[in-house]
């Protein structure tokens, strides 16, 4: 089986809405029909306590030390899990490495004000060690009316990151699906946050092919 995707989601700030992206993320890419494993390396445990209120199988919540990811990534991929998200602490920046060395793509959330956004060189610096993953900064948690999700782009932006074109904006069903173990995809299916969430999945597996593709033509050029 060829190796599954994976995405390492990372904030060096908490509270702005990791778990919930990782989630959010997950469950989108269950819905288009892949085998789904969230890899849960917050001591908080916040995903695992999630998957304790959920009826549905899918996506598998693992509980894992950081030192054992890639251990668990090759036995999901043994379970046929095609789609892995690994799910950081915030403030530990070791987890968060060793989680961007082993992922496709890493997506770092932030909220649209200045706090979270003067965290942005400590990502960069993190960045640097991990290596050669692509990362999107995402902006989470966004107003829905007014400039606020814009003018971070730009300042994102300016700080040289990549930025996912799609945000997702401060909604009530994120919370209230929480509550109960889902996500609010499946809360509110014809909601506007399971819109963004499908754009979301979407954009991100269009980015990871885009990077094994490139990845592929750069290994078979040096080989000739």
Not at 27 to 49: E, N
Not at 78 to 87: A, E, K, S, T, W
């Amino acid at each position: 089986m060829d190796r599954p995707v994976v995405v390492a989601v990372i904030a060096e700030k908490g509270g702005v809405g990791k778990t919930t992206l990782s989630l959010t993320l997950a469950v989108a890419a269950v819905l288009a029909g892949r085998k789904v494993a969230v890899l849960d390396t917050d001591p908080q445990s916040t995903a695992s306590k999630w998957t304790d209120r959920r009826d549905a199988e899918m996506p598998w919540v693992v509980p894992t030390h950081a030192a054992r990811l890639g251990a668990a990534i090759e036995q999901a991929r043994l379970q046929g899990v095609d789609f892995i998200v690994i799910d950081t602490p915030p403030h530990s920046s070791a987890d968060a490495t060793e989680a961007a060395r082993r992922a496709d793509l890493v997506l770092a959330p932030v909220e649209p004000h200045l706090f979270t956004l003067e965290t942005l060189p400590k990502l960069a610096d993190l960045l640097k060690i991990a290596g050669t993953a692509p990362a999107l900064v995402v902006i989470n948690k966004a107003a829905v009316q007014g400039t606020e999700a814009r003018d971070a782009i730009e300042h994102v932006k300016a700080q040289g990151f990549e930025v996912c074109p799609v945000v997702l904006y401060l909604r009530a069903a994120h919370r209230h699906a929480g509550n109960v173990g889902k996500v609010a995809a499946e809360h509110e299916p014809r909601g506007k946050a399971a819109d963004e969430a499908l754009q979301l999945y979407e954009y991100t597996l269009r980015h990871i092919t885009r990077s094994r593709e490139h990845a592929e033509t750069q290994s078979t050029r040096a080989r000739a």
